[in-house]
């Protein structure tokens, strides 16, 4: 029997090419897939060269592109190509086996207004939504879809403030208000989940944040991981009731008020920082590659207590808090050994080495390393498409 390929994509992303590594170490046929190939042939030993894949929008070309190639299954990175399978995975037509969610479970969780107000439902603790006439004190303003690195986020506390973040924000899409739970960067939780095609929970994975970069809410820079059932249970209803197929990752916040974990948002995808959990023994791409090709894997114990350090963006949010006067002893003594024992140079980038060669290659010739390009679908267009059929994880017979 012909082992089956899978296409990963956003291939030229460190999250995609992690994701790519660890399938194909598993002994799955996998081939990378993003909006340009790559510069001097710099996809990884794991791959085939990698596909041109055109943008979400266009699935009517996508799958000619995948049906080319012979690909039989799909595993999504960027929320934005969830969306689109998620309206056409329903179909005979689609030909393609995924694990994602109905478009309006996507849609609950993508838009973050419908994830406050799902969570308020089934009372599940969530910061409030506010109108701007009635925001007081200091509040939160940002757009209601993810667009990525914390772009138009911003922490208000007075009415000038928010007045100039309303405005901005609609450069990246309709805002929302919501309140600001008070709490420092450590107080940030994050919960990884893979449901099966029966909304069966595959794994889990918690961190508790360390560093972020920007430090007011933004990209991880320094983490650890947990074990935190207690927010794995917390949020499971969220997921349940939209009867969930895939991966899903819930930022939290533990409100320094009453101690509890509030949800902030809902990512319907893995992380960015998915090298993390694998590097901690669980191996999340490739039992999120086995659920769309089915199956229902176990997923193995992982280690508790290793730190995740991205050394630039821990350098970078130093100097932020330095500039500001807010770097302690008590922060030096920890950011510091954790830098000198970060891997600046990590073990798939020795054994796998041609995509960071191919990158620094781009980079110093001045040509385009062939990153993905921001071409997706935005939550107006797919709040325009039509709900079809209800089984979740869908394929080809």
Known sequence: MTTPILAVTAANMASGLAAIRDIGRAGLRVVGAAPTRPKFNGHSRWSAPHLELPPPREMDRILEVLKRAGVDA???????????????????????????????????????????????????????????????????VKPREDVGAARGVFFCHNADELRRAWTVCHRFGAPIVQELIPGDTQAMRTVVLLFDRRTQLVAHFTTRKLEQYPGSGGVTAMSVSTDEPALVEAVLPFFETL?????????????????????????????????????????????????????????????????????????????????????????????????LTAPWVRWDDLVDPRPRLARALAEVRGVDGGLATDDGLRLAELEQLPVEASACLRGAA
Request: charged fraction near 25%; hydrophobic fraction near 45%; include cysteine.
């Open 74 to 140: 799909m595993l999504p990175m960027e929320s934005s190509y969830v969306g689109a399978l998620s309206r056409r995975a329903a179909t005979s037509e689609l030909g393609l086996r995924v694990a994602v969610p109905e478009l309006e479970a996507f849609l609950c969780a993508y838009d973050s207004r419908r994830t406050i107000e799902h969570c308020h439902r089934l009372g599940i603790p969530a910061p409030r939504l506010l109108l701007p006439e009635d925001a007081r004190g200091s509040v939160v």
């Open 243 to 339: 009867r969930w197929q895939g991966p899903a990752e819930v930022e939290l916040k533990v409100d320094a008020r009453d101690g509890k974990a509030k949800v902030i948002e809902v990512n319907p995808r893995l992380p960015g920082y998915v090298a993390f959990p694998i590097a901690c023994g669980l191996p999340l791409p490739r039992l999120a590659a086995l659920v769309a090709l089915g199956e229902s894997p176990s997923a193995p114990a992982y280690a508790v207590g290793q730190r995740y350090v991205q050394p630039m963006l821990v350098l970078k949010s130093l100097v932020q808090a330095w500039r500001a006067g807010e770097v302690t002893a008590g922060r030096l003594r920890r950011d510091f050994p954790a830098l």
